[in-house]
Nanobody
Framework: QVQLVESGGGLVQAGGSLRLSCTPS????????MAWYRQAPGKQRELVAR???????YYVDLVKGRFTISRDSAVNSMFLQMNSLKPEDTAVYYC???????????????WGQGTQVTVSS
């Protein structure tokens, strides 16, 4: 079992920046893909960005060039640096981690509790 704790959300004006953090209860190096998802009111949860255990990154088109995902084993955390924020980025942001359980030969998804990001116009 892995617990994920997010922090860094808040209220910011359009054009501003925020940095989200996600700290797992286990070594970040021991996890497979990690990702950030978001869910706006009345909408489905959607992928924002993903980072592999090897550091490869993927971004959805809506955030490319504005958001940067990273993971740092020295501080055992994953981050999402969000710049040039827009009102449409307003959502609850969730940290996600994929773990491979060798004993059962399967992958398990873990989720954080979410952190609110609100961008005012």
């Amino acid at each position: 079992q892995v617990q994920l704790v997010e922090s860094g959300g808040g209220l910011v004006q359009a054009g501003g920046s925020l940095r989200l953090s996600c700290t797992p209860s286990r070594s970040v190096q021991s996890l497979n893909n990690m990702a950030w998802y978001r869910q706006a009111p009345g909408k489905q949860r959607e992928l924002v960005a993903r980072i592999s255990s090897g550091g490869s990154t993927y971004y959805v088109d809506l955030v490319k060039g504005r958001f940067t995902i990273s993971r740092d084993s020295a501080v055992n955390s994953m981050f999402l640096q969000m710049n040039s924020l827009k009102p449409e980025d307003t959502a609850v942001y969730y940290c996600n981690a994929l773990d491979y359980v060798a004993a059962s030969l399967r992958f398990v998804d873990y989720w954080g509790q979410g952190t609110q990001v609100t961008v005012s116009s």
